[in-house]
């Protein structure tokens, strides 16, 4: 039996992914900052485990705690929605703990198993906004690309030792906690792009396609189990077609 390890999954695509590793038979090591069970179905398959993946001590216990592992899911993550001059020095730096580093030392962590045994499979979850600029996320869109090009050269430097690294790009999300957990970051846009932000979330509201957690849990599915999958797999209505639009609806 395999046992995946996924980060964040107290909602959203993590709680989702590991429902669906769940439901086919898998080992789940469930992470989250403030571990859980109540959002979980009861398994004898299913571990919950504390992880903070901006703290080093706390991912050397968890990956500890979790034993050999076949799959890591990168997903835990924090969003923030602002102009740059509306946006702390400290958000910024908070964002790429979470989103950057914190995908870089969780993936770091796990390497020498995978390397060891030349076996294992690396998923990062980044977001669709990588695809195309949009006004208002310059600071999340640039820590998720930032793992977009740390995802591709890894795999390719994993390559000699049989790990496959695979990229995640979701869509727009309504039921996950992005848009909560990025306006608790916001603080006030500055008056000069109050226009700007009022046109785009009134375009966003009125934006028909969404992606949905179950989508992103089986592009999870498919990365982790199908060799010749794409490295990168967009998940969700709106995410395929803005890929498509873009020319990178299947990226090897």
Not at 62 to 74: F, K, S, T
Not at 145 to 172: C, D, H, K, M, Y
Not at 227 to 247: E, F, H, K, N, Q
């Amino acid at each position: 039996m395999k046992t995946v390890l996924i980060t964040g999954c107290s909602s959203g695509f993590g709680l989702e992914t590991a429902k669906h590793f769940l439901n086919r038979g898998w080992q789940v090591v469930a992470t989250m900052r403030v571990p859980r069970e109540d959002p979980l179905p009861r398994s004898e398959h299913l571990r919950v485990l504390a992880l903070d993946v901006t703290d080093s001590e706390s991912i050397r216990l968890a990956v500890q705690a979790a034993g050999p592992i076949d799959v890591l899911v990168n997903n835990a993550g924090i969003g923030t929605l602002n102009a740059l001059e509306g946006t702390a020095t400290d958000t910024v730096r908070e964002v790429f703990e979470a989103n950057t580093f914190g995908t870089m030392a969780m993936t770091r962590a796990v390497l020498p198993q995978f390397r060891e045994r030349k076996a294992g499979v690396i998923i990062n979850i980044t977001s669709s906004a990588t695809l195309t600029p949009l006004p208002l996320l310059s600071v999340y869109t640039a820590s998720k690309a930032a793992i977009n090009a740390f995802t591709e050269s890894l795999a390719l430097e994993l390559q000699p030792f049989n790990v496959r690294v695979s990229l995640i790009l979701p869509g727009r999300a309504p039921e996950t906690r992005f848009g909560e957990n990025a306006r608790s970051r916001m603080g006030s846009i500055p008056d000069a792009y109050v226009d700007l932000a009022q046109r785009t979330f009134e375009g966003w509201a009125q934006s028909a396609d969404v992606t949905y957690a179950a989508d992103v849990a089986q592009a999870v599915w498919r990365a982790a189990n199908d060799p010749a999958s794409p490295t990168r797999l967009p998940a969700g209505a709106d995410a395929m077609a803005l890929a498509a639009s873009v020319g990178q609806s299947a990226l090897t």
